[in-house]
C-alpha cells in the first residue's frame, strides 16, 4: 500500500506532520511506503531532529506551498510544483493509492475535482465526517461543508454515496439512511426537504428509513445521515463546540471524549476518482496520525472504485 503526505500543509507543518508519519510508518511497517511531499531540505532537516532516517520514506521534493489563505483555483494554477499539486498528480497517475493534506481545504476540493476528476455520473462531490452514537456505533453524515446548496437529486445521491461509505468503512451490509429534518412527517421541512423525502423514498438502491430529527442524531437511528452542506457544517462544529466546552469546564466523559476530532483525522473526498483525503488546518500530531490510518483504512477497501461501481449500477 503507498499512501503519500502533504507535509506542508496544515498550521503546524512540517513537525506535526513528520512527526505523525514516523508513528504511521511504526504502526504499518512492511505493509507501507510514504511518500511525503513538501520542501526537500526542510523534510530532511525535521527528520533529522526527530533522529528518523529517511530512507524509511519516499521523499518528493516540493518547493511551492498553497497556504490556507490562497485562493484555491488560483493557487492551483500558480503553484504547480506544490505539495498539494504535486501529491494529487501522483494520485491520478497511480503512484500512490491515497493522498492526505491538512492544508487548504478549498484547493484540495477543487484540486481533488480537476486533477482526478469525478466519477461518471456523479453530481457533485462532497465530503462527510463520522459522528459517534451513544451506543458505540457510528454514523456517517453528509454533506458536511463542500456543497452549502443542494437540489433534491444531489442530495439522493449523497444518500447512495453515503450508504456505499457506511458499508466499506463501518461494515454495515445495508446502512439505514434517514433526511435530517426538522420532524418526523414526510409533511415536514422545507418545499427541498420535502421534495427529497419523496425521492429518497422512491430510490432503489438505499434502504430509506425516514427524516431523522435533530435530537436524534447522536442516537444511532440512521446508519447514514443526509443534509446540505451548509445544515452538516453546523452540526459538526456544533458537536466540536460542546467538546470544547466540556473541557473548558473541566468535565470529563468518555462518550464525549469521541467528538474529539482528533479521533477521526481526516475525510475522504467522495465522488473522485481516487482516495483523497482531507484533514484538519490546526491538526495536531495525533490528528494526522488518525488521518493517515484512516487513508490507509479507505484505500484497503478501495472505496472510490466501490463508488464508482455502485453508480455504475
Known sequence: MKIGLDVSGGDFAPRVNLSAAQKFRESLGSQLELYLFGKMEQMREELRHLSVHESLFSLVDCPEVIAMEDHPIQALRQKPNSSMSVGLNFLRDGK???????????AMMVGAIHKLNTIPGIIRPCISTLIPCI????????????????????????????????QAI??????????????????????????????????????????????ELFLSEADVLVCDGFTGNIILKQAEGFYSLLKQRGIQDDYFDLFNYENYGGTPILGVKGNA?????????????SMLMHSFQVASHGLAERITNAIKE
Request: proline share 2%.
Open 135 to 166: 451506543n458505540g456505533k457510528q454514523t456517517v453524515l453528509l454533506d458536511v461543508g463542500s456543497n452549502a446548496d443542494c437540489r433534491v437529486d444531489v442530495l439522493s445521491q449523497f444518500a447512495e454515496l453515503g450508504s456505499v461509505y457506511a
Open 277 to 289: 483525503i482531507i484533514g484538519h488546518g490546526s491538526s495536531n500530531e495525533n490528528a494526522v496520525y
Open 96 to 106: 500512490i493509492d491515497a493522498f492526505a493534506s491538512t492544508g487548504n481545504t478549498g
Open 170 to 215: 463501518l461494515g454495515v451490509p445495508s446502512p439505514r439512511v434517514g433526511l435530517v429534518n426538522i420532524g418526523k412527517e414526510e409533511s415536514k421541512g422545507n418545499l427541498v426537504s420535502q421534495a427529497a423525502y419523496k425521492a429518497l423514498k422512491e430510490l432503489q438502491s438505499i434502504h430509506f428509513i425516514g427524516n431523522v430529527e435533530g435530537r
